[in-house]
């Protein structure tokens, strides 16, 4: 089970801290990941952070240097730092878990899902 907290709205320019809680997992085993689904778009694959027995952490281009991804293995938490947010980053943004290590950016390879948060960046 996973469950995400902190969307909202913000203005262009803002920031917003999205936190994302698992349980039921071997959490520090999991790669982590963030995706956002935009009216009338797929899903995509926003950032993604490695389980312990590997390294990396992917992310979009659309967000690579806006957006940060981290977790706290001691609260089961992960989190998605987002700075510099324009309209177009308005999404419902998930969190999902895998049972492997290795940071996938395909959703497919997922294995737990939130429900989402939304995120809506305007003036």
């Known amino acids: 089970h996973v469950a995400e907290s902190g969307g909202g709205l913000v203005q262009p320019g803002g920031s917003l801290e999205l936190s994302c809680e698992a349980s039921?997992?071997?959490?520090?085993?999991?790669?982590m990941g963030w995706f956002r689904q935009a009216p009338g778009k797929e899903r995509a694959f926003v950032a993604a952070i490695t389980g312990i027995f590997t390294s990396g952490t992917p992310v979009a281009n659309s967000v690579r240097g806006r957006f940060t991804i981290s977790r706290d293995n001691a609260k089961n938490t992960v989190y998605l730092q987002m700075d510099k947010l324009t309209p177009e980053d308005t999404a419902v943004y998930y969190c999902?878990?895998?049972?492997?290590?290795?940071?996938?950016?395909?959703?497919?390879?997922?294995?737990?899902w939130g429900e989402g948060t939304q995120v809506t960046v305007s003036a």
């Open positions: 039921g997992m071997a959490f520090n085993r999991a790669a």
């Open positions: 999902a878990g895998r049972g492997e290590s290795w940071p996938s950016p395909d959703s497919s390879t997922y294995d737990y």
